[in-house]
């Protein structure tokens, strides 16, 4: 099993510009969440999903999208990169219910110039 | 979502027990205690969870006094790969809108 897989590691953007990050797993987990880590800091919730076809807001949303389209994906989306979204992104995924237990991709490093 | 207090830092010898302690004062019911251990560019891996008293597992166990405001974390027998970040949470998958990680505690094992 792979686990949970994380596209890209790395990427550069300006500002402005736009990408998906794409988060998989592959262990029928109904939950699926998105972070973000900036230096020092502990890790942020962006979104999450409780299944398939289904999204909610965490506690930094704004300037993110997200989608679920299929139970081993979730996708996050920057419509217009900036500069403060310079962060590590983490996806994690999850039997959700009674667990807070996650299973955490390897990040993906963003930087916005 | 329970707020979590953390010591930011600690420090121990290889070998020796460490006790991490988490206080969450206003902890609710169906509050779980769930702690991560996060190292340098990586993402955070699950330790150990709990809801009362104590629960062990091959690799930390988890004290959850009688009131559960606060829980503590032990580790036998650090050792150097055990320098780490560790996570306390406190909440039930019904608030997962306020997950948050909070800053953690930074546990530096040394010879």
């Known amino acids: ?113 | 979502l329970a707020k979590t207090t953390q010591p930011i830092s600690m420090d121990s010898y290889e070998g020796q027990e460490v006790n991490i302690t988490c206080s969450h004062n206003n902890i609710a019911t169906n509050d779980y205690i769930t702690w991560y251990q996060q190292f340098p560019s990586q993402g955070p891996r699950f330790i150990i969870q709990g809801y009362k008293t104590k629960v062990t597992n091959e690799v930390a166990s988890l004290f959850i006094p009688a009131d559960r405001k606060s829980s503590t974390l032990s580790l036998p027998r650090v050792s150097l790969s055990d320098t780490a970040v560790y996570y306390c949470l406190v909440g039930f998958t019904g608030t997962a809108s306020k997950l948050t990680f909070g800053t953690g505690t930074r546990l530096q094992v040394t010879l």
């Open chain 1, 1 to 113: 099993n792979a686990g949970v897989t994380q596209t890209p590691k790395f990427r550069v953007l300006k500002t402005g510009q736009s990408m998906t990050l794409l988060c998989a797993q592959d262990m029928n987990h109904e939950y699926m969440y998105w972070y973000r880590q900036d230096p020092g800091m502990g890790l942020r919730l962006i979104h999450y999903s409780v299944g398939e076809g289904t999204t909610a807001k965490g506690e930094v949303p704004d300037g993110y999208n997200v989608s679920r389209l299929k139970k081993q994906n979730f996708l996050l989306g920057l419509e217009s990169a900036a500069p403060s979204q310079t962060s590590v992104y983490f996806c994690a995924s999850g039997w959700g219910r009674d667990t807070y237990e996650q299973y955490f991709g390897p990040g993906t490093r963003l930087t916005v110039t």
